[in-house]
């Protein structure tokens, strides 16, 4: 079956760097995506990572490894409006998104 | 960039009724559409897949009677959740992509409360 797999809850703190991971197994591979989540609200896009290797934007980075089925999404510069749920999902062969349970990262002061 | 609309944002009913729910892509064209359903502290459930112009394709456990959707053109799509029940509250999010492209553009959800 496909699966994705990420944490459920982090912790860190301001001004720190955090990095929320993601293995996948799915039937067949079209891309992977972050989104965030705030509490109550619609997700929003962060990253596409379709080819190994990482990908940076601002704050934000994201990594990808085909091989191993991992990704990872990298916070940088840790602030508090960055709490809220994080989920990684796969695009499969058939081109529907598979989504992870998502990782609620908690931002202290 | 892509920008998804939903209507209403939120809304109360009645047990036993039915709502109805629009999404609209408003800068693009939107050759598929989805339908996710969330509860509290849980991720995304697709629900149904929906191409213009042909019937949606729901995912296993999902009543398509209940739950009916149409997507009559490239810029709208619309859920309505029928004899609706207290279970069915939750926050019903869609998503659009064009014909080209793998991103799906979300919009900002809807969250219905059946009393």
């Known amino acids: 079956g496909q699966n994705i797999d990420q944490p459920t809850e982090m912790t860190a703190t301001e001004g720190a760097i955090v990095q929320i991971n993601c293995t996948y197994q799915t039937s067949g591979f079209n891309g992977l995506f972050w989104y965030q989540q705030h509490a109550g609200e619609a997700p929003t896009f962060l990253s596409y990572?379709?080819l190994d290797g990482l990908e940076e934007k601002g704050r934000f980075s994201s990594f990808l490894s085909r091989s191993k089925g991992y990704s990872y999404l990298l916070l940088k510069e840790l602030q508090m409006k960055d709490s809220a749920s994080y989920l990684c999902?796969?695009?499969?062969?058939?081109?529907?998104?598979?989504w992870g349970a998502g990782t609620k990262l908690i931002i202290k002061p | 960039g892509a920008v998804v609309s939903q209507h209403p944002s939120w809304v109360i009913c009645k047990s036993g009724t039915s709502v109805k729910i629009e999404c609209r892509s408003l800068d693009f064209q939107a050759t598929t559409m989805f339908w996710y359903r969330q509860f509290p502290k849980q991720s995304l459930m697709l629900m149904a897949t929906s191409n213009e112009g042909s019937k949606a394709t729901y995912e296993q456990g999902v009543e398509k009677d209940k739950f009916l959707i149409n997507h009559a053109s490239l810029t709208l799509s619309t859920l309505t959740v029928t004899s609706a029940h207290p279970e069915d509250s939750s926050f019903y999010i869609c998503?659009?992509?064009?014909?080209?492209?793998?991103?799906?553009?979300f919009g900002p959800g809807t969250r219905l409360t059946v009393t």
């Open positions: 999902a796969v695009m499969d062969s058939n081109y529907q998104l598979i």
């Open positions: 998503s659009a992509r064009d014909g080209g492209g793998r991103e799906q553009y």
């Open positions: 990572n379709v």
